[in-house]
């Protein structure tokens, strides 16, 4: 039995419906899920099962209550982090430990290069 894999990004931040971002989601190829309430984006993650392909962007002020908590599952891929403002702090010390988080700073405006 042959498995295929579905790619799939999830993006959480509070303001993920804005237009700011409207115009950004349009320019993805894949299927989006789009979150503002942390709870939500968590329980859909789990329920995914490991046929798909998880690409997770969030907002840096979720990073730590989530990533803990998700980082474990198969079908998660990569992580990456982003702030809507500069924020040189986003990297801390903290996300060593998690080898699925990117290490490149992601702003607002280059998400998405990440899965054009």
Do not use: G
Not at 40 to 55: F, K, M, T
Request: glycine residues 0%; neutral net charge; charged residues 25%.
């Amino acid at each position: 039995m042959i498995t295929t894999l579905t790619k799939q990004l999830v993006w959480l931040d509070a303001d993920v419906n804005s237009k700011e971002y409207q115009l950004i989601q349009e320019q993805f190829r894949y299927e989006l899920e789009k979150f503002n309430d942390i709870h939500h984006c968590e329980e859909y993650i789990r329920s995914r099962s490991s046929d798909y392909h998880l690409i997770l962007i969030l907002h840096d002020r979720f990073s730590l209550q989530l990533i803990p908590k998700i980082h474990h599952y198969r079908q998660i891929q990569s992580i990456y982090i982003y702030a809507s403002k500069n924020n040189d702090d986003y990297r801390r010390s903290w996300l060593d430990q998690y080898t699925k988080v990117n290490p490149t700073k992601v702003s607002t405006y280059s998400v998405y290069h990440i899965y054009l």
